[in-house]
Nanobody, 123 residues
């Protein structure tokens, strides 16, 4: 059983900051790409930021220069530092990760999601 536990959402004022955390736990061989998505009401989830095992990152244009994704590999934890928040950043944020699970009979990759955390930015 693999689990992603998120924390750090909440309410912030425009221009303020929040930091999201997501810790992976359970039985797995390794964690590969880790990322943050967000979902606006009535919309599909969109990728916000991704970080690979080698530390390379990718951001959606709307958050470049404001958000920073990072990870601590020994702790299997990913963070999203969100600065200069805007009301249009208001959404439910989800952690996502690809896991490699190795057993006696198989070597497979699985994708897991966190439960989501609400981020609300007031103007």
């Amino acid at each position: 059983q693999v689990q992603l536990d998120e924390s750090g959402g909440g309410l912030a004022q425009a221009g303020g900051s929040l930091r999201l955390s997501c810790a992976a736990s359970g039985s797995f061989f390794s964690v590969n790409d880790m990322s943050w998505y967000r979902q606006f009401p009535g919309k599909q989830r969109e990728l916000v930021a991704l970080i690979s095992t080698d530390g390379s990152t990718h951001y959606v244009d709307s958050v470049k220069g404001r958000f920073t994704i990072s990870r601590v590999n020994p702790k299997n934890t990913v963070y999203l530092q969100m600065n200069s928040l805007k009301p249009e950043d208001t959404a439910v944020y989800y952690c996502n990760a690809d896991f490699r699970v190795v057993t006696e009979d198989s070597d497979e990759e699985f994708e897991y999601w966190g439960q989501g955390t609400q981020v609300t930015v007031s103007s």
